[in-house]
């Protein structure tokens, strides 16, 4: 095969990470640490015909690729020199020269990945004689999923017994292809086989899903799969975050983000996730204790129980983020905090009063005068009265902070604009560099928050109405493209019926959650 697509496991002590999408690329199933020679496929006893096999040449290691490989020779045999020569690679690679190699060459999320992955973390989907760009169809992953669902189980379990306790599992799925119907399954026999630990599952869809499809059959497809994929995905979780907008160039005005590149978009999401489970990773405290490093450790239980566990039972939150996250400093601050975040969660209402919102926010490496860290207990000061003077308020929210700002590696892009300076401060004046990436920018403020409120309705009754429309009515567009996924008209109006819930959740007088037709 010449492209690969897989499912990638990772794990802290007390988190389980589970991410379905993406290609391999340049890594081999094993990760890069490891040196394991994938076995042979046992001969087919059923088959006494001749056997070809087709490979294709490994994909060539990038300049970033290859400092990191000579890196870690030159360190395995620094160990074994015994005259004192110096192991220099023939030609010194410039971090320039990486720079510009990612930012036009990235086709794979391992051209930039710096990750050594335990050989049980990568899960290779064998047996699809297609790339990632043709695994785009809700039908083509059901297909395959019954298939590898023990298999990617047992992946699953040896992780969980490696863990002294599980705090939950963090899902990542892009919905947009036949990576939903694999996850779908996948998170079913997770609820089934670990019943009380809460699952957190971001659904993700990249700007090029967001394209209108050519044909009027396309267009039903396309509605079908987001109504059913969402629906199902949303059945086997705690909370579930849509994400992923069309565009992201409006997101900030300090981000210059090129939305044909994944590699561009990919960081802004990537961002926004690390600081919301930055809580999770953080060691909890004594009621009375306190840091200076950081401040409201909570598990994903708890933001569960926050965002979904209040009077309202809304299992869908938006996601939103500042970044880079302004200053402390300045007239009006807390407007401007609170204005700089925006949403990365799509098709939702703007200015929306809701006095039954719920939120749960992070902060870390905010800045503030003399352009230095801001201590912990003054960022929690300034979100405080933030909303206190704030024109709308939710009627609760959750507030983390951490002392650190994200880092900005090598293999980050150069996605920040002219005003944004080296430790991520917003500068008065333009620099001469129209783009900024690692090399000009080590550090970065950066604010994101979960927030359950109504303003995620559209988004909902977009699904309901299209599920409706298009697969329960009479004479329905979306009949036949229903029936070749295999479900029947029972199981598409439990589907509805689910789809329905959500919106009665938010809004209990709304028509659309009428089973009316």
């Known amino acids: 095969m010449c492209s690969t697509v897989l499912g990638t496991l990772t794990y802290t002590p007390r988190l389980l990470s589970v ?36 490979a294709c040449e490994p994909r060539k290691r990038n300049l970033f690729l290859q400092r990191l490989y000579e890196e ?20 010194e690679i410039e971090d320039e020269d990486i720079v510009e190699v990612l930012e036009n060459g990235v086709q794979y999320w391992t051209d930039f990945s710096k990750v050594h992955y335990h050989p049980q973390s990568l899960y290779e989907m064998s047996g699809l004689w297609v790339g990632v ?38 899902f990542i799925v892009n919905d947009s292809g036949g990576f939903s119907s694999v996850g779908a399954d996948f998170l079913e026999n ?20 967001h394209m209108v499809p050519k044909s009027q059959k396309q267009v039903v497809s396309k509605n079908l799969h ?29 981000l210059c983000v090129e939305d044909e590149k994944p590699y561009h978009c990919s960081a802004v999401y990537a961002s926004a996730l690390h600081a ?73 209402s703007e200015d929306v009063e809701d006095l039954q919102a719920v939120e749960s926010m992070t902060i870390h490496g905010a800045l503030g005068s003399g352009g230095h860290r801001a201590p912990v207990s003054e960022v929690k000061d300034m979100v405080r009265a933030a909303y206190e003077n704030a024109t709308t308020r939710p009627r609760f929210c959750n507030l983390s902070v951490a002392l650190c700002p994200l880092p900005i590696p090598l293999p980050f892009p150069k996605i920040f604009g002219n005003l944004v300076g080296q430790h991520g401060e917003l500068l008065g004046s333009p620099v001469d560099s129209p783009l900024r990436g690692s090399l000009d920018v080590h550090s970065i403020p950066l604010a994101a928050r979960l927030r359950s409120s109504s303003a995620v309705l559209p988004f909902l009754e977009n699904r309901l109405g299209n599920i409706r429309r298009l697969g329960i ?44 037709d």
């Open 190 to 209: 997770i609820a089934d086989e670990y019943t009380n630990t809460p699952v957190l599952l971001y659904a993700v869809k990249d700007p090029g899903s």
């Open 133 to 170: 760009q043709e695994f785009d169809s809700y039908g083509i992953g059901r297909d395959t999923s019954w298939a590898l669902r023990e298999e990617i189980s047992e992946r699953l379990r040896f992780f969980v017994e490696e863990c002294d306790h599980i705090q939950g599992f963090q």
């Open 276 to 348: 919301i489970s930055l809580p999770f990773r953080m060691e909890p405290l004594g009621p009375s204790a306190d840091s200076c490093y950081f401040s409201g450790a909570v598990d994903i239980r708890g933001v569960v129980e926050i965002l979904a566990g209040q009077a309202r039972q809304n299992r869908v939150t938006i996601l939103d983020v500042a970044m880079p996250a302004p200053s402390l400093t300045g007239k009006q601050v807390e407007q401007s905090f609170l204005g700089n975040l925006q949403t990365l969660t799509p098709e939702i």
């Open 19 to 54: 991410n379905f999408q993406g290609s391999l690329g340049s890594m081999s199933s094993f990760g890069t640490l490891y040196n394991e020679v994938a076995s042979t496929p046992p001969d087919v006893l059923t088959w006494t015909g001749n056997v070809s096999t087709h």
């Open 72 to 91: 870690e020779q030159d360190s395995l045999t620094q160990e074994n020199a015994v005259n004192g020569g110096k192991n220099k690679p023939q030609r």
């Open 226 to 254: 987001d109504a059913i994929s969402f629906s199902r995905l949303s059945s086997f979780c705690k909370l579930i975050v849509p994400v992923g907008l069309p565009s992201l160039r409006r997101t900030s005005t300090f």
């Open 473 to 516: 009515q009479q004479g329905a567009a979306g009949a036949e493209i229903v029936r070749n996924l295999g479900y029947g008209k029972d199981e598409l109006e439990d589907m509805g019926e689910t789809l329905s819930k959500m919106v009665l959740e938010l809004d209990p007088y709304s028509q659309m959650s009428s089973d009316s």
